[in-house]
C-alpha cells in the first residue's frame, strides 16, 4: 500500500506543478504554478512569481517582410546578435549579455517571436511551457 501510495504521489508531481491550461488570443499553454501569465495585445507573457525567468510570445502579420528581415528587425531594435537561420527556417539571435535568447518562425502571413529570459535557472520549466503551446 505504501509503495502504491508513493507511485501515486510521483506521478502526481507534473500535474501538480504544470496544473493551469490558459487559454489565449492565438494559443493556449499550460502554466506552472508558481509563474503568472498576462496577454496584451498580440503578446502573451508568462513570468516566474519569483522574477528568476520569463517567457514571451508575440504574434502577428510580418506586413510583407520576409522571416530573416523581421529578425534582423528585432535583433536590431533589442541590440541582439545577428541572426542565425536553422535547417527549419527559424531565425535566432541573442540579446542582453547572451541573458536572453529569442527565436523566430514564420511565413508570408504570419509570425510568432518566442523570448525565453533567465534560461540558466529555468530551461526545462521554459521548455515545458513551449511544448504545451497548443495553436488555436
Do not use: H
Not at 508558481?34 to 510570445?57: N, Q, Y
Not at 546578435?81 to 549579455?97: H, I, L, Q, R, V
Request: proline share 4%; net charge negative.
Amino acid at each position: 500500500m505504501k509503495r502504491l501510495i508513493l507511485c501515486l504521489m510521483v506521478l502526481m508531481i507534473p500535474v501538480c506543478a504544470f496544473a493551469d491550461i490558459e487559454e489565449f488570443r492565438y494559443f493556449s499553454l499550460d502554466v506552472p504554478m508558481g509563474w503568472t501569465a498576462e496577454e496584451e495585445g498580440a503578446v502573451v507573457t508568462v513570468t516566474a512569481d519569483d522574477k528568476s525567468g520569463s517567457l514571451s510570445i508575440t504574434m502577428g502579420n510580418p506586413e510583407s517582410r520576409d522571416i530573416g528581415e523581421l529578425a534582423k528587425s528585432f535583433s536590431a531594435e533589442l541590440n541582439g546578435t545577428p541572426p542565425e537561420k536553422d535547417d527549419e527556417g527559424n531565425y535566432s539571435f541573442e540579446f542582453n549579455n547572451g541573458v536572453s535568447q529569442a527565436t523566430i518562425t514564420g511565413d508570408e502571413d504570419f509570425f510568432m517571436l518566442i523570448i525565453g529570459t533567465g534560461l540558466v535557472n529555468n530551461a526545462e520549466t521554459l521548455g515545458r511551457i513551449l511544448d504545451s503551446l497548443e495553436m488555436k
